[in-house]
Nanobody
Framework: QVQLVESGGGLVQPGGSLRLSCTAS????????MGWHRQAPGKQRELVAG???????DYADSAKGRFTISLDSAKNTVYLQMSSLKPEDTAVYYC??????????????WGQGTQVTVSS
């Protein structure tokens, strides 16, 4: 069984920074990639940023130039460094991991979510 544990959310003023962390634990073969999604009230969940185990990254247009995703494969941990935060970044941020459970099975897993609120 795989678990994702997130941390780092909170309240920050506009223009401020936050770093989110998400660690995968449990019994699995390897991680193929990890990423962050977010869901604001009344809106659909959307991709913020993703990173493959080889290092390739993908960002939503709203995140480009402000957010940086990184992966520490030794710690099975993905980070999202968020800077120049705006009120419209307010949302619950969810970690997602694409995991090889064994040589024949791959699944995606979600964290429980962490609240990010950008407000003065």
């Amino acid at each position: 069984q795989v678990q994702l544990v997130e941390s780092g959310g909170g309240l920050v003023q506009p223009g401020g920074s936050l770093r989110l962390s998400c660690t995968a634990s449990g019994s699995f073969l390897s991680i193929a990639g990890m990423g962050w999604h977010r869901q604001a009230p009344g809106k659909q969940r959307e991709l913020v940023a993703g990173i493959a185990i080889g290092g390739s990254t993908d960002y939503a247009d709203s995140a480009k130039g402000r957010f940086t995703i990184s992966l520490d494969s030794a710690k099975n941990t993905v980070y999202l460094q968020m800077s120049s935060l705006k009120p419209e970044d307010t949302a619950v941020y969810y970690c997602k991991a694409l995991i090889h459970e064994n040589w024949a099975k791959m699944n995606d897993y979600w964290g429980q979510g962490t609240q990010v609120t950008v407000s003065s």
